[in-house]
Nanobody, 125 residues
């Protein structure tokens, strides 16, 4: 059974850091393109970052560029989102998604094959 499980969310002060994890089971993550998305209350889901399976190319939304890093740990079949210099506007539920094709997309319309259940990130003082 294919499953993505996110963890690592929580409450953090502005300027702080969090590392989100997305653990995969039922498939080998290094052969999938992975995306991170987020959805704030009252807003549409938006792409944050993605990593393409074939060459590990990474892409970031302008709003997080230079602050967030997507990382892949093949040994643990896990993808991470390292988030630094967090801002209140980063508050959202964060989701990871997997595409078995070598296609990296941050579009919410992209037909990812699998989605995790989400983890809440709250940035507040």
């Amino acid at each position: 059974q294919v499953q993505l499980v996110e963890s690592g969310g929580g409450l953090v002060q502005p300027g702080g850091s969090l590392r989100l994890s997305c653990a995969a089971s039922g498939f080998t993550l290094r052969y999938a393109s992975m995306g991170w998305f987020r959805q704030a209350p009252g807003k549409e889901r938006e792409g944050v970052s993605c990593m393409r399976s074939m060459d590990g190319s990474t892409y970031y939304a302008d709003s997080v560029k230079g602050r967030f890093t997507i990382l892949r740990d093949n040994a643990n079949n896990t993808v991470y989102l390292q988030m630094n210099s967090l801002k209140p506007e980063d508050t959202a539920v964060y989701y990871c998604a997997a595409d078995r094709r070598p296609i990296c997309s941050m579009s919410r319309a992209h037909p990812y094959d699998y989605w995790g259940q989400g983890t809440q990130v709250t940035v507040s003082s």
